[in-house]
Nanobody, 122 residues
Framework: QVQLQESGPGLVNPSQTLSLTCTVS????????WTWIRQPPGKGLEWMGV???????YYSPSLKSRTSISRDTSKNQFSLQLSSVTPEDTAVYYC????????????????WGQGTQVTVSS
């Protein structure tokens, strides 16, 4: 059973870069699509972007200019960087995975981390 765990700072200053890592256990990071999803307070899930099995990345148009997803197969990890953050980026951030091809739909992902709260504030 694949398990995912997010890690990173819980507080980020405005205008800085938010960096999160997702560590995968119980399976290989290859052969799957790996995504980041967030949920701002009082709002629904927002798909941010995905890295496919071949390493290609796809991003939400609204976040594309500020988002970067990468992976380190040797460490079984993938990461999110979100630049120039504002208080509107305050959310619970989730990493998630699915077998096969990518999806922009959060419900398509089978395995989820528990989520990590990130607050953007000075």
């Amino acid at each position: 059973q694949v398990q995912l765990q997010e890690s990173g700072p819980g507080l980020v200053n405005p205008s800085q870069t938010l960096s999160l890592t997702c560590t995968v256990s119980g399976g290989s990071i290859t052969g799957n699509a790996w995504t980041w999803i967030r949920q701002p307070p009082g709002k629904g899930l927002e798909w941010m972007g995905v890295i496919s099995d071949d390493g290609s990345t796809y991003y939400s148009p609204s976040l594309k200019s500020r988002t970067s997803i990468s992976r380190d197969t040797s460490k079984n990890q993938f990461s999110l960087q979100l630049s120039s953050v504002t208080p509107e980026d305050t959310a619970v951030y989730y990493c998630a995975a699915k077998k096969g091809g990518i999806s922009r739909v959060p419900g398509a992902y089978d395995h989820w981390g528990q989520g990590t709260q990130v607050t953007v504030s000075s």
